[in-house]
Structure formats: structure tokens, C-alpha cells
């Protein structure tokens, strides 16, 4: 899996696993951000979340073309310097909501900004350095790697983030209660029942402020919660940090990946594949057919920063027992996903030596994830950001799973197409959201809570399951894809093709907020999930419809 890999991967991934690293710390705790500081409904918040993350994808698009003109290394740096700013901007807790509100927005322009300088950018270079011959057989794998890397960074963000506002809310003699930010906005703008008026006088009791008016102590709770939230948005800020100091000591290792088509054919070194005006116009239209349908899989799948976080919040339940309790710890989960790829390398290692030192490794890692089990309390507490972690864990445990079956299937000649994988995938998505609907039957509908959280709680295990079954989809899907468009994109606008699979990106992350323009409508629980299911399922028609058209124009 990691054996003649070139160097270069390694630099460009670690790169990457720092700055998304800061942008799922910030993207955990955003829409709760948003509803906590402002008050925004399910709607509002939907609204700008999926504005800015179409504009995080979208911004590729055009960072691409810069890119294939002056050059993928200097739009990379260049897009770490004004991501920076931009998180440095939403770290600052501002008291005045207006003044707050315009500065959010710039500082979310900003984020978007940098990303789309730096994220197609950094992929393309990665592209380059499997355009060697000797390397070309190890494309995919090598995306597989990169996106393992990635979600390492994810992995670890929903922790960090809920570590940081957690800390600087017990800084103000508070702790979190997803009951509070709603009811506190309520009595605020005077729109709380009298039942919801009772509720929120027990809930500031319990947070030891009862001696305070409903009044000062709705606003001095919403202004300690959403500063601790701009506190962990400053995450991002020191993660740009290591990521930029990656990318410009470890150069040496991938430099020569950074070449645009122009560049290369005035170098002799450098060869590039010449195609015909019909054959480039094939590939355009195959790969914007496939674009056209990653479009409604990050609809449904960046439901996870959006309307899965608020079934995470008002209808799943607050603690975990039982062997629940691994899965919301970090620690526990950093053991385990060292133990799989040592275990890989018990069976990988060349000598006898290695493999008894992987094997010792694996028995210590063992025994410590046993340890920590152990010695957890009988229950431990579950926020809403939390659950966000374990997509990324998946990823990154499964990440081998996925080379080895499909380097077994490629040695028998049986491995499928990227567009095929794609279908596969939508259809598995489908399956994720049937788990949700199950789990939200007899569920009251958003709209009915009213601002508070159910009275009925479900089982984390869906919600759990949803995600893991999200992963596969998303591993037949996200790296392949990115792979294929490195591939098959016409050497002169390989920039421009990568902003494309970004743009696809942008606009489902756009159509995400129609699910959460839903979410208060009265609409049951259950039906909300199934727009999603049947959204996933007319999309993998579509692509199986057509699989001849884009196996051929691919090949």
C-alpha cells in the first residue's frame, strides 16, 4: 500500500491532513455557531451553510484556471496566506451582532477564497507525480492514501473542536445543554410559551445561575457559548500553520510534480499526452456527465454538517454506555486505526524482524485499547459535533480494506470502472439514509419541537451506522473520482477539469440547504430522509444509463 509510493505524496498529504484539519474543527461546530450566536432557524442556518460550503467548492473552479496559467505551487501557498486571515477573522469574538454577523461573512469569503486556491491545486499536483510511467499504476492507490490523510485530519477536528468551547465555557462557570441557545432565543425575542419559559428557568438552575433574571442569563449564556465556538474556530489558525511549514520544507520532494501543460512541452524531460479536438471533447463531456451526478451525492452527504447534526442534537441520545463508549473517544480511536495499519504491516514486512515488531506493536495497542476501555466511566456524555468523527475514522480504517480489494479485483481483471464505482456508491448512499428513516418512524417532527430537544431519544447506533455506510459510498466515490479526473482530463486543462469536480461539488453542497428548508416544514422525520434516499437512487440510474457512453469515452 505505502511501498514505491514517491515522496511527494507523503509531503503534498500531510500538508493537506493539517489544513482540513482546521476546516472540520470549524465546520463541526458551525451551524451550532450560527443558531447559538444569531438565533437562526434550521433555515437561516441551512442557508448559509450551504452557500459558503458551495463556495469552498466552487472557488476551486477558478483557482484551477490561475492555476493552469501561473503555475499549482504558487496558488497553493498563495491560498494558505488568506485562509489564515480568514479564520483569524472568525476566531474574533465580536459582542455586536451586526458588526458580528458582517464580519462572519468576510471571513467566510476568505475561507473560501483559499480553499479554492489551494485545495483542486494541491490534487493536481499530486495527479502530476503519478504521470511518470513507473508510477501510473499506483495512481489510484496513491489518491486512496491521500484522501486516508485528509480524513485523518477530519478525524480528530470534532474532538478538538469540542475540547476547545468546552474549556472556555467552564471558563464561565457553564457547561453545554443543547436545550439552552434555542429557549434562550425564544425569551430574548419574546416568541417563548410559557411551558418553554419554565423549562429554561429549570435549565439555568441546573447550570447554577438561578440567581439570575431569564433575561441576563439567556444573553450571558449565548454570549459564553458562541465565544467558546469563535475560540475553536482559532484552531484552523494554528493547523494553517504546520500545514504551510509541510508543504514548504518537504518542496524538494514533489517540485517536479509542479508543471503546468505549457511548462511541460517546452521541457524535453517532460512528456504529455497529445489529443485530438474529438477526443478532448469526449473527455470533457464524460467527465462533466459524471460531475453531473457527484452533484446530488454531496447533497446528501454534507447533510452531516447540516440536518444529521440536528437529529445528532434534538433526537439522539445524550450518553453513550456499553460499548457505545469507544467510539466517543479519542484516544480509543487513535489506538485503533494505529492497530490496523500496524497489523497490515505484520503481513507486509519483508523480514522476519518486522513482522515480529509489528506484531509486538499490534499485541501493545491491543492491550492498551483494552486498558482505556476498562478505566471509562459507565457513561460518558455525547454532544452533537461528536458524531462527525466518525465518517473520517471509517475512511481512514477502510482506506486499506479498499486497495486491497480493488488491487485483488484489478489483478483478476475484474475490478470496476470509476464510473461504475460512482453508480455503486450512490446506491449504497441510499442504503445510509434508509438506516435514518427507520430510526426517525414514530418520531416527532422537527417543526413540533419547537426549538427544544425530543422527549424521545433514539439509539447513536443509527446515526452511527448511517456514517459508516456513507463511508463506503463515499470511498467508491471521492478518491476514485478525483483519481479519474487526473487521468482522463485533457493535459492543457487539467487545472480547469479539477475545478470542475469542485464546482459539481459546490452546487450539491448549494442544494443541501433544501433539506434543511424542509426540516420545519411538518414534514415527518422519516420522509425527510427518504427525499435523500430517492434522490441517491435516480442518480445511480442515470449513471448506469449511461456507463457504455462513459466507458468508451475514457478509454
Keep these: 500500500m505505502f511501498k514505491n509510493q514517491p515522496k511527494g505524496l507523503y509531503a503534498l498529504a500531510l500538508s493537506n491532513t493539517g489544513e482540513r484539519f482546521g476546516y472540520y474543527t470549524m465546520l463541526a461546530i458551525f451551524v451550532l455557531f450560527l443558531q447559538a450566536k444569531f438565533g437562526f432557524d434550521a433555515k437561516q442556518a441551512g442557508d448559509v451553510y450551504s452557500t459558503f460550503l458551495a463556495f469552498v467548492y466552487f472557488m476551486p473552479f477558478i483557482g484551477g484556471i490561475l492555476a493552469d496559467k501561473f503555475g499549482y505551487g504558487k496558488m497553493v501557498t498563495a491560498g494558505i496566506i488568506v485562509m489564515f486571515f480568514g479564520y483569524l477573522c472568525l476566531a474574533m469574538p465580536v459582542q455586536n451582532n451586526s458588526w458580528a454577523l458582517w464580519t462572519m461573512y468576510a471571513a467566510l469569503a476568505l475561507v473560501a477564497i483559499g480553499t479554492g486556491l489551494f485545495k483542486g491545486n494541491l490534487q493536481v499536483l499530486v495527479g502530476n507525480l503519478y504521470d511518470a510511467p513507473e508510477h501510473k499504476s499506483k495512481r489510484d492507490s496513491a489518491f486512496s492514501l491521500f484522501y486516508m490523510a485528509i480524513n485523518l485530519g477530519a478525524m480528530y477536528a470534532p474532538s478538538a473542536a469540542t475540547a476547545v468551547t468546552n474549556f472556555f465555557l467552564k471558563k464561565q462557570s457553564l457547561f453545554y445543554d443543547a436545550n439552552i441557545p434555542a429557549l434562550a432565543h425564544q425569551y430574548l425575542n419574546g416568541s417563548i410559551s410559557a411551558g418553554n419559559a419554565e423549562k429554561l428557568t429549570q435549565l439555568a438552575g441546573a447550570q447554577g445561575m438561578s440567581?439570575?433574571?431569564?433575561?441576563?442569563f439567556s444573553n450571558y449564556y449565548i454570549e459564553a457559548l458562541s465565544g467558546a465556538y469563535n475560540y475553536g474556530f482559532g484552531v484552523a489558525c494554528i493547523s494553517l500553520i504546520v500545514s504551510i511549514l509541510i508543504y514548504k520544507l518537504f518542496r524538494n520532494t514533489y517540485k517536479h510534480a509542479d508543471v503546468t501543460a505549457k511548462k511541460a512541452n517546452k521541457n524535453s524531460a517532460v512528456s504529455t499526452e497529445e489529443l485530438t479536438p474529438a477526443q478532448t471533447r469526449s473527455r470533457v463531456i464524460a467527465l462533466s456527465l459524471v460531475f453531473f451526478v457527484v452533484i446530488f451525492f454531496w447533497m446528501s452527504f454534507h447533510q452531516n454538517g447540516?440536518?444529521?447534526?440536528?437529529?445528532?442534537?434534538?433526537?439522539?441520545?445524550?450518553?453513550?454506555?456499553?460499548?457505545?463508549?469507544?467510539?466517543?473517544?479519542?484516544?480509543?480511536?487513535?489506538?485503533?486505526?494505529?492497530?490496523?495499519?500496524?497489523?497490515?504491516?505484520?503481513?507486509?514486512?519483508g523480514t522476519r524482524r518486522g513482522k515480529l515488531i509489528s506484531g509486538g506493536l499490534f499485541a501493545a495497542l491491543l492491550a492498551g485499547m483494552i486498558v482505556r476501555y476498562t478505566n471509562m466511566p459507565a457513561t460518558i456524555g455525547i454532544e452533537p459535533q461528536i458524531f462527525q468523527q466518525f465518517n473520517p475514522f471509517f475512511v481512514v480504517i477502510l482506506t486499506p480494506v479498499s486497495i486491497g480489494l480493488f488491487s485483488a479485483l484489478?489483478?483478476?481483471?475484474?475490478?470496476?470502472?470509476?464510473?461504475?464505482?460512482?453508480?455503486?456508491?450512490?446506491?449504497?448512499?441510499?442504503?445510509?439514509?434508509?438506516?435514518?428513516?427507520?430510526?426517525?418512524?414514530?418520531?416527532?417532527?422537527?417543526?413540533?419541537?419547537n426549538g427544544a430537544v425530543s422527549d424521545a431519544l433514539v439509539s447513536p447506533n443509527y446515526l452511527i451506522s448511517t456514517y459508516l455506510i456513507l463511508t463506503f459510498a463515499e470511498l467508491l466515490l471521492s478518491p476514485m473520482g478525483i483519481s479519474f479526473v487526473t487521468k482522463v482530463a485533457p493535459p492543457k486543462l487539467k487545472g480547469m477539469m479539477m475545478g470542475g469536480w469542485f464546482a459539481a461539488t459546490a452546487i450539491g453542497n448549494y442544494l443541501c440547504k433544501t433539506i434543511s428548508h424542509i426540516w420545519g416544514s411538518g414534514m415527518e422525520l422519516w420522509q425527510i430522509w427518504a427525499v435523500l434516499i430517492t434522490v441517491c437512487l435516480i442518480s445511480a440510474v442515470f449513471i448506469f444509463a449511461i456507463m457504455k457512453r462513459l466507458e468508451n469515452a475514457t478509454k
Design 410 to 449: 484489478a489483478k483478476a481483471k475484474r475490478e470496476p470502472s470509476t464510473p461504475r464505482k460512482i453508480g455503486l456508491g450512490m446506491l449504497i448512499a441510499a442504503c445510509g439514509f434508509l438506516i435514518l428513516a427507520i430510526g426517525s418512524i414514530g418520531l416527532a417532527n422537527p417543526a413540533a419541537l
Design 306 to 349: 447540516l440536518t444529521m447534526t440536528f437529529f445528532a442534537r434534538d433526537y439522539t441520545a445524550k450518553i453513550a454506555s456499553g460499548f457505545n463508549r469507544f467510539g466517543f473517544d479519542i484516544l480509543n480511536m487513535s489506538l485503533a486505526w494505529i492497530a490496523v495499519y500496524v497489523g497490515i504491516n505484520i503481513f507486509q514486512a
Design 211 to 216: 440567581n439570575m433574571d431569564l433575561s441576563a
